[in-house]
């Protein structure tokens, strides 16, 4: 009891306090300074420069924003709870009000798949038809109703919709690029608000980047950095939901769930790439972002909308980012190694040899590996580019015919039998009969024929299954393999989902390998 009165007289002492502290201001009003205004110190004046800069900032965001918009997808399903990259998407109540959460691929984490998550108690109940949501960002890039995002964002939707800033909502039509992990919607609008693209070629670590988006369902949203990094080369995912990103943008801007799809945007409200990652051990935002380069989504984004999907320029060579030993060596600052040249490939024809090293393509210098990976598949397939190399000391330009780069998922089809072999192992491979082969990879004198694996792609099944470069494969299903044609034959036969047995010779060993084909 002494207790409780204690409290209350202190309680009572504060609103005693308070009114006498407003009395004495009558007092003081009836001495003749009613009406006046308390004493205000004055606001603090910002330098000319902050000012400037705040400006600017207002300017990006009154100019972006209404680019930006918030896109929500909803798949089929009959589970009674789904969860996908840290994201609740299941809508228990039958709306369709979306998760907060997107498709978001943090870099160490989620493979993109669906989980059923644990019942939560209760009752059992039946399955039946129910959907589960995502939601993330896109651009306006075209004023007739042209939405850039990311294949991630609508992967597997059966129903996309798009909300502008103004509140409108429409329903989109979808077209999508896996391997460069965007995808482009078409609504029924005209006279939208589009967004300008940046040459990203021309961005400059150090410069400004400004994040749009919608994190964790928050439309409408700005964040500011910079960018840290060019050329980022990452893979990310597992599987069959495994992609390569050749060339990133990597910012510290505050990217979050939900943000994929939107714009990252320069000082001048230029869009420069397409948010599309994190770095993060905890899902959220640690001041590592990626951005698919703007020069990139601009190609897809042309022919999506021309061809209805994307073909991509390929050379037949592998590049290498030079070592400081190596660019002692060749005397040049930057540059890719040219670490290997295939056979019958456009490289090959040019005249490309190992050790070549590529100075300039197509007039523009070349920084390292990942840059021009990303400049060669920018290139449209038949086109002839002048490149630049360095070999012996010397000089010389060389004329290459870009060619068409296989698929990474399934061939097409109109693409050659190799690039099915390619599309549905996700191996290059080389005679291991051919000189220039055998001596890349030392083959021993007893392996004289097989196909051998010159390049793997990351997350593909051969990799899945733990095949490597310089592995010669001798036998499939049982059948002898003695050539890159062979084999090429042998997995054309092959249906998705198919297991198939393979042998391969490993330096002193012969080892059996089961792949399971996508």
Excluded at 346 to 358: C, L, N, R, T
């Amino acid at each position: 009891m002494e207790k409780n009165s204690l409290k209350k007289s202190v309680s009572s002492a504060v609103l005693l306090t308070t009114g006498v502290v407003i009395g004495g201001f009558v007092v003081i009003g009836l001495r003749g300074n009613a009406g006046q205004p308390a004493p205000q110190n004055p606001p603090v004046q910002p330098p000319a420069q902050a000012l400037q800069i705040e400006t600017a900032f207002e300017q990006v965001a009154d100019k972006i924003r209404p680019s930006v918009v918030f896109i929500k997808s909803r798949q089929a399903s009959t589970q009674q709870g789904m969860f996908r990259n840290g994201g609740w998407q299941e809508n228990q109540d039958g709306g369709d009000s979306p998760s907060p959460f997107d498709l978001f691929p943090g870099l160490p984490r989620g493979n993109g798949q669906f989980r059923i998550l644990p019942p939560q108690g209760g009752p059992s109940v039946p399955s039946f038809p129910r959907h589960a949501f995502a939601s993330g960002s896109g651009v306006i890039v075209r004023a007739d109703g042209y939405i850039l995002t990311n294949d991630h964002v609508v992967n597997g939707a059966d129903k996309v919709t798009v909300r502008l800033q103004d509140g409108r909502e429409f329903t989109g039509e979808v077209k999508r690029d896996f391997r460069s992990d965007l995808a482009l919607i078409k609504i029924a609008a005209n006279n939208l608000p589009a967004a300008q693209l940046a040459d990203s070629d021309r961005a400059k670590v150090g410069q400004f980047a400004i994040a749009f988006g919608s994190p964790f369902g928050l439309s409408d949203t700005m964040t500011v950095g910079v960018v840290s990094a060019l050329h980022r080369e990452q893979q990310i995912g597992g599987g069959t939901d495994a992609r390569l990103y050749s060339s990133l943008i990597q910012t510290d801007a505050s990217i979050n769930p939900g943000n994929s799809g939107g714009a990252l945007v320069d000082i001048y409200g230029r869009v420069v790439g397409i948010n599309v990652a994190i770095e993060s051990p905890s899902g959220g935002n640690v001041g590592i972002g990626f951005a698919i380069p703007a020069n990139t989504a601009r190609y897809v984004m042309d022919q999506l909308i021309t061809r209805g999907s994307v073909t991509r320029g390929f050379l037949g060579l592998a590049p290498k980012t030079l070592t400081y030993v190596q660019k002692q060596s060749y005397g040049t600052k930057e540059g890719a190694l040219v670490s290997s040249v295939q056979d019958g490939t456009p490289a090959s024809k040019a005249g490309f040899e190992v050790q070549d090293v590529i100075l300039k393509y197509d007039s523009k210098n070349v920084e390292d590996d990942a840059h021009l990976r990303d400049m060669v598949a920018r290139t449209k397939p038949g086109d002839t580019v002048p490149v630049v190399i360095r070999r012996a000391n010397e000089t010389r330009t060389l004329q290459v015919t870009v060619g068409t780069a296989p698929d990474l998922q399934a061939a097409e089809k109109d693409v050659s039998p190799k690039a099915t072999a390619r599309g549905k192992l996700g191996v290059t491979v080389g005679n291991a009969s051919d000189a220039d082969v055998r001596k890349q990879f030392s083959l021993k004198d007893e392996v004289k024929t097989g196909a051998v694996i010159v390049e793997i792609i990351p997350g593909s099944p051969a990799a899945e299954a733990g095949l490597q470069p310089g592995d010669v494969i001798i036998r499939v299903n049982g059948k002898s393999i003695t050539n890159a044609e062979q084999l090429t034959a042998a997995v054309a036969s092959l249906k998705d989902s198919d297991t198939a047995s393979v042998v391969i010779k490993r330096g002193n060993s012969t080892i059996l390998a089961e792949i399971t084909l996508e």
